[in-house]
């Protein structure tokens, strides 16, 4: 399958949910355009372009599960979904596996360890800022410690003026 087969697999998936469709829709559009932007290697493109689509999979399970979707939750259990998801994709084993540990450490920014991570924490942030309406303070603090990108940086910097 290529992204965009991922991407449909994906909106089958979320069972109509909107709210999960739009956020790892856009989520995906700035880890494309970041990716493309940087200039990344097309694997490492594919890569986090297939995270950023896959990177909530388990929002659905721990709200039934624990009530909420707290980024910790989120990383335990998306880590066997999202290897189940992707099973039947075509994709090499190495992409899978980057694929499952980027969603099991997508809410632990102190463990970059590559360029497609990156761009998921910076693409993720983008859209979480405006969805949770964050303070003016945190976005600043995220542009000094999160953002690590230029074209990640000016899209925060466009995006919410700071």
Do not use: W
């Not at 998936?13 to 739009?22: A, K, P, Q, R």
């Not at 200039?39 to 372009?49: D, G, I, S």
């Not at 039947?88 to 190495?94: I, N, P, R």
């Amino acid at each position: 399958m290529n992204v965009s087969e991922i991407m449909v697999k994906m909106i089958a998936y979320s069972e109509g949910n909107l709210h999960d469709i739009n956020h790892f829709l856009k989520v995906h559009a700035y880890a494309e355009m970041i990716a493309e932007c940087e200039a990344v290697p097309r694997e490492v493109r594919q890569t986090a372009e297939i995270a950023a689509i896959v990177h909530d999979i388990a929002c659905p399970l721990c709200r039934e599960k624990y009530g909420n979707t707290n980024g910790k939750y989120q990383e335990t259990e998306g880590i066997p979904l999202t290897r189940a998801f992707l099973a039947d994709t075509g994709l090499s084993e190495a992409v899978a596996e980057r694929v499952v540990y980027l969603v099991g450490h997508h809410h632990t920014p102190q463990a970059v360890d590559g360029p497609d991570y990156q761009i998921l924490l910076e693409a993720d942030y983008l859209v979480n800022a405006d969805e949770m309406g964050f303070s003016e303070e945190n976005i600043r603090n995220a542009g000094e410690k999160l953002f690590r990108t230029a074209t990640g940086k000016r899209l925060l910097r466009e995006i919410y003026r700071g």
